[in-house]
């Protein structure tokens, strides 16, 4: 698998690494979108089912991270990409994959995060008069703990 | 009488929810309807967003599993499984053979009452009362089973890391040997009553129609995939536990409308029966748990993400770990909220009378859409 993808992507030059069972690639941030749709168009590789798609915090930097799966041909992998804290933007895969449509929602509203070229980036989740980003390390679990 | 098209209509807006009996919880959708056909349908949700993931980050791999319960508060099982998989899978456990049946035991049992409310629900949308009172009846003998097992009909909290939190009692092979027999009974029950109903039929057939390609699309998994005629299931396309020694079929649908959806889900609980009556008949004894370090649990630093096929679909938990005692960061694919991104597909242009059953149809636990 990991060959396939090095293969596949060799333009790209991609961080490979481990998820356990599971291959995973780091692109840049500008590649990202690109590299997706590679991913779901390629015969080799055709993933055309996105699992799931989950913002992490990191201390540096934020993370998008792809879990990808082919319905074809069963095998599994997934794609990140890192942008800063300072600009927490990312191109929107839902003209790829519809079903990123509420997962990329989701992690605006949880993590301050852009999605560049969404349709539709209001709140889900959270009733619109929310303020902050929740699911930040900065912002406290209850009113009376501190930050 | 035929329909002036020059003639100038204004669409209605029709709010549903978030109070609905039919919405199965609190979720609201808003209808624009052109007379009886609905033009656009928005749905809105978060009503019951508890801000589980944010919780799971403030408390130890143990206390998480309890979490995992109030998500799809129907099959608390496999969702405390498919959690206690990522982390197995980060710190590289072997479950033991008697802990990994009992597992896929409980985990299709669960299946079954999740599909019987299932049943008893859609019933009562498309009209009918009577497959609710039924589905309960096999519904209640078997949460009486989980509860002597593990204590509590709904929230169980048995499963761990490693294994289970303590062995099943004595008594538990003949109850689920005698069980076995009434709950195919009383499937072939409620199959008999609804399945080739006159009534139901029309109700069904032909409704919420979803193609395969868009259902991929969206990402939407389980029976709902499944009836669009995609043969995808993980306990066969990606086996866990010990689904790949046991014998059974996936029924997949050909119309991907509301009637498959139905007529899956009901093959699906003969084969949940299948497996159970495979796994019993198989089950070792040994040890419940693997071999743990003593104290709290710390997972090596790395990330997982495990999945297993919960009556809903694809349930994924992604968990990042940076070595402590508390997960660093939990996201939960929830298996509704995936399959509720595809309702505006759905009800686009469908009849309002209809938007009822087609919502019904995809069975969402609103637990697991709002986490």
Redesign the interface.
């Known amino acids: 698998m990991e060959a396939l993808l090095k293969e596949v992507f060799s333009r790209f030059s991609p961080e490979t690494g481990y998820a356990v069972d599971e291959v995973t690639l780091l692109f840049r941030r500008e590649e990202i979108l690109e590299a997706c749709r590679i991913a779901k168009t390629d015969p080799r590789i055709n993933f055309d089912f996105l699992r799931c798609l989950s913002v992490v915090e990191y201390p540096e930097s934020f993370q998008v991270v792809y879990h990808l799966y082919s319905t074809t041909k069963r095998h599994k992998a997934s794609f990140k990409a890192n942008a800063p804290t300072e600009n927490p933007m990312f191109p929107s895969v839902v003209s790829i994959w519809k079903g990123a449509d509420w997962h990329e929602r989701e992690g605006a509203e949880l993590f301050g995060v852009t999605f560049e070229g969404h349709p539709n980036l209001k709140h889900l989740l959270l009733y619109d008069e929310f303020e902050g980003y929740p699911m930040l390390k900065s912002y406290p679990f209850a009113e009376i703990e501190k930050p | 009488m035929a329909i002036d098209s020059s003639f100038n209509t204004v669409d209605m807006m029709v709010n549903m929810g978030p109070q609905h009996p039919s919405t199965h919880g609190v979720f609201r959708m808003v209808l624009t309807v052109d007379g009886e056909r609905i033009v656009n349908a928005e749905p809105y ?2 009503y019951l ?1 508890r ?1 589980t ?3 799971c980050e ?1 408390q130890n791999y143990r206390q998480c599993i309890e979490l995992f319960d109030r998500l799809d508060y129907l099959s608390n099982f496999n969702n405390e499984l498919v959690f206690c998989m990522a982390v197995e ?2 710190m590289g456990l072997e479950v033991p053979q008697r802990a990994q049946y009992i597992r896929v035991i409980l985990s299709e049992l669960n299946r079954i009452t999740s599909h019987l409310m299932f049943y008893g629900a859609f019933g009562a949308d498309a009209g009918a009362i009577t497959p609710f009172l039924y589905g309960f009846r096999e519904r209640e003998r078997t949460q009486a089973l989980f509860e002597s097992v593990s204590g509590a009909r709904m929230m169980h909290g048995y499963f761990r890391v490693g294994g289970l939190a303590q062995d099943v009692p004595a008594d538990f092979v003949k109850n689920v040997k005698e069980l076995m027999p009434f709950l195919y009974q009383g499937i072939k029950e409620m199959d008999d009553l609804l399945s080739e109903n006159d009534v139901f039929l029309p109700r069904t057939k032909g409704v919420g129609v979803l193609t395969a390609a868009e259902a ?5 998994s389980g029976p709902i995939l499944r009836a669009c005629g ?1 043969a ?1 299931d993980l306990r066969r ?2 086996p866990y536990l010990v689904y790949d020694r046991l014998e059974f079929d996936v029924p997949v649908g050909q119309n991907g409308d509301c009637y498959d959806r139905y007529w899956v889900r009901m093959q699906e609980m003969y084969e949940s029966l299948k497996i159970i009556g495979q796994a019993i008949e198989q089950l070792p004894d040994g040890p419940i748990v693997a071999q743990l370090p003593r104290g709290m649990l710390r997972p090596p630093k ?4 495990a ?1 297993g096929e919960n009556p809903r679909g ?1 349930f ?1 938990v ?1 968990v ?1 770990s940076e070595g402590r005692d508390k997960p ?2 939990v ?1 939960i ?1 929830g298996p509704s ?2 399959n ?2 595809a309702l505006k597909t759905l009800l686009k242009d469908a009849y309002i009378a209809d938007s009822v059953v087609i919502l019904g149809s995809v069975d969402i636990v609103l637990g697991d859409v ?2």
């Open positions: 949700i978060g967003h801000g993931e944010k919780l403030g899978k980060l991929i699309d969206l990402g939407v995609v995808e396309s990606d790395g990330e997982a993400y999945r694809e994924g992604y990042v660093y960061r996201k694919r909220f995936c509720l991104m709002d986490r």
